[in-house]
């Protein structure tokens, strides 16, 4: 990996003209900078940029996150991202809304925005299919080509004569001419910057290569590896949403090999590129950004003719079954035979990895995560036997097909060999076309298992989609749309669960209503908008003046309930009076009007001659109604006897 000269970075940083965060989303970044930074006081600056603010909500309700709620506050939504993550994601959204346009003008702003987040909604959901790192998966997709804008940002003039000149040419020869020019090239350009941003060194090295990922001589099977094959295949999907028709079906035979390489079949390639278009049409809505309707990827591969010019004359799905391209794992300690093993299958486009034993073997099998794994029977350290024992006692090694290699086909053995979980064996010296067979039926195995894996994936999916819904509307249920409160209905099974614990604990209730004076003549006087202003100001100062215990709901029209757990009635008389006072000082805006709003209330406490729970809130609205005769703006109290009403504090 090339890095741009610092002298040279920094004589550019100077001008100021470089991409980089600004306004609310600066402020976050040099806040986080701090040592002591709570994510309360990063949620505060957030909450500053209502737009900055909405997105990340959308990002911590996004499947990925599979939470089993929705995440409904900046603070609630920070702690589930993490620091780390809303960091990036500060930074990305902050550039993407901030360099819309520009004055290079072969440079298409709307379409570089667009192509860089259905990259990034790609890059995210492929690596959570391949296993590698999908929270910042997003943010290194957004920004794997910020260079680009960098470059058209600095050099307007002269970069867009480049692009002009570059029409038609590879990834590399454009790199090419950008090193003629400038001395410097967009790889080198985007690293800086994520240099400068502070991304871990394995994002570098993943974005510099991806869109050449052989280049990076990584290691097959290694992380490094997975995620820059990935970014790849995620920039090819990007590329893929935004061509026409014709483009798209000279990019489709491509795109599926590029899957099946990383190990992914064209059936759940193509389900995770829709739902990768539908997100990006969903995201493009709320940071607008153009997209534009694709049918589905099967109603595509379906209707391509099996031409010459479209993948040899196959369909993508069909080019991309004919790579047959699984993960293997060779372990043998006869480095020779293992060698020419790895040939074999290396020569049939297979991904291999060796061991020289089942030990080392685990340790690779962990790294690499293979589907298939050929094993010599006979090994020191760790014979073939007890590595298939050892994988099948884990998750991941449960699904692995394991053919073992035996100079024997003794019957004893053999069954010793699949008690221990062997899947199948070849006899060696094996004859290659034999052991593509045998692969072919482990393959055929692999692919049903995968698939299952689907569908359980899909159902649980779907289970916890129809969980969050089925909370959202019981919430919504228990809600009163107006105040945010809960509603009578929730009150009413609040006061019946918080009966049942007294009755098991013996601990003191409290309940109180609440009413406001002559709510009627606010309606009357300044309309019905002003009296659900009026409403909504009475339920803040409930809220307030409420122990993290206490529930407050409201009951309907000017009234509200208030159940005090643990709290006796000495106490929750004081709570009441503090609550009258506050409302007797408030103004409350009616309208453009200001005006005073008193509020009568009446508590009850729970008593041994209430034998149901609805006794209680009866007492404590008779109490209520104690208090509005006595003239209002007033608390009144039921005392131990059931009908003896008091009053507390007159006016």
């Known amino acids: 990996m090339k890095i741009i000269n610092p002298d040279k970075f920094n004589n550019l940083k100077a001008t100021g003209q470089l991409p980089s965060p600004k306004g609310v989303a600066l402020a976050i970044l040099n806040l986080m900078q701090q040592d002591d930074v709570t994510a309360k006081e990063i949620a505060h600056v957030i909450l500053t940029d209502p737009a900055l603010s909405g997105r990340l909500i959308k990002f911590a309700n996004s499947v ?7 995440v409904v506050s900046i603070s609630d939504a920070v702690m589930l991202v993490g620091m780390p993550m809303v960091r990036q994601l500060v930074l990305g959204f902050s550039v993407l809304s901030s360099f819309r346009n520009g004055k290079c003008s072969a440079f298409d702003y709307e379409e570089f925005w667009s192509r860089s987040l259905a990259t990034a909604i790609a890059n995210r959901a492929l690596s959570a299919q391949v296993k590698t790192a999908a929270e910042e998966a997003f943010t290194c997709g957004l920004l794997s080509n910020i260079g680009s804008l960098a470059m058209a940002t600095l050099f307007p003039e002269k970069y867009a004569e480049i692009l002009n000149a570059a029409t038609g040419r590879s990834p590399d020869e454009i790199t090419g001419l950008e090193q003629e020019h400038f001395a410097t090239d967009h790889n080198e350009m985007t690293v800086a910057l994520l240099k400068e941003w502070g991304f871990p060194a394995i994002f570098m090295e993943t974005v510099y290569h991806h869109e050449n990922p052989d280049n990076g001589n990584f290691q097959e099977g290694s992380r490094t590896h997975a995620m820059a094959h990935g970014l790849h295949l995620a920039a090819c999907l990007a590329k893929v949403c935004l061509v026409d028709e014709s483009a798209r079906r000279q990019l489709l035979p491509r795109f599926y090999v590029l899957g099946a390489r990383l190990g992914i079949d064209s059936a759940a390639l193509m389900d995770l590129s829709d739902s990768v278009v539908a997100e990006w049409q969903e995201w493009g809505r709320i940071l607008g950004v153009p997209t534009q309707e694709l049918p589905p990827f099967a109603e595509m591969v379906a ?48 991904v291999v990895v060796t061991a020289a034993n089942g030990k080392e073997a685990l340790q690779q099998a962990v790294e690499f995560n293979p589907q298939i794994v050929i094993s010599d029977w006979m090994m020191p350290e760790m014979d073939g ?12 090694g449960r699904m692995v097909y394991f053919l073992i290699l035996t100079t024997q086909e003794k019957k004893e053995q053999l069954i010793e060999a699949f008690e221990a979980g062997v899947d199948d064996y070849v006899v060696k010296p094996f004859n290659p076309e034999v052991l593509k067979a045998r692969l072919r039926a482990g393959h055929r195995v692999i692919q049903l298992q995968e698939e299952l894996t689907r569908e359980r994936e899909e159902v649980r999916r779907v289970a916890t989609e129809l969980t969050i819904t089925n909370r959202r509307l019981h919430r919504l249920a228990m809600t009163d749309s107006l105040t945010l409160l809960p509603n009578r209905r929730y009150g009413m099974e609040r006061l019946e669960q918080e009966w049942a614990v007294l009755q098991r604990k013996g601990r003191p209730l409290c309940c109180m209503m609440i009413d406001l004076d002559h709510f009627k ?29 206490d529930s407050i709901s409201r009951m309907g029209g000017e009234e509200f309930l208030v159940l005090c757990p643990d709290a006796g009635m000495d106490a929750a ?33 729970r008593n041994h001659a209430m034998d149901h729970f609805s006794k209680l809130l009866k007492a404590a609205d008779l109490a ?10 007033r608390v009144a109290m039921a005392s131990q006897g059931e009908g003896d009403i008091f009053r507390e504090s007159p006016v």
Request: aromatic share 6%.
């Open 64 to 70: 990925h996150f599979n939470t089993h709620r929705a």
């Open 303 to 350: 209707s391509l003719s099996a031409s010459p010019d479209i993948g040899g004359g196959k369909s993508p799905e069909q080019a991309a079954k004919a790579e047959f391209l699984m993960r293997i794992l060779i372990v043998g300690d006869d480095k020779s035979a293992v060698l020419y093993l790895q040939k074999i299958l290396s020569d049939c486009g297979h």
């Open 385 to 396: 036997i007890a590595l298939c024992k050892s994988l099948r006692s884990t998750r991941e």
């Open 521 to 549: 003549r606010i309606n009357d006087s300044y309309g019905h908008d002003a009296g659900d202003m009026v409403l909504q100001h009475a339920a803040t100062i409930l809220k307030e003046f409420s122990r993290t215990e």
């Open 573 to 605: 008389a004081q709570f009441a009076e503090r609550i009258r006072k506050t409302f007797e000082a408030a103004s409350f805006l009616a309208g453009k009007t200001g005006c005073k709003m008193t509020v009568s209330i009446g508590v009850a406490e």
């Open 624 to 633: 209520l109604y104690q208090a509005k005769q006595k003239g209002r703006n």
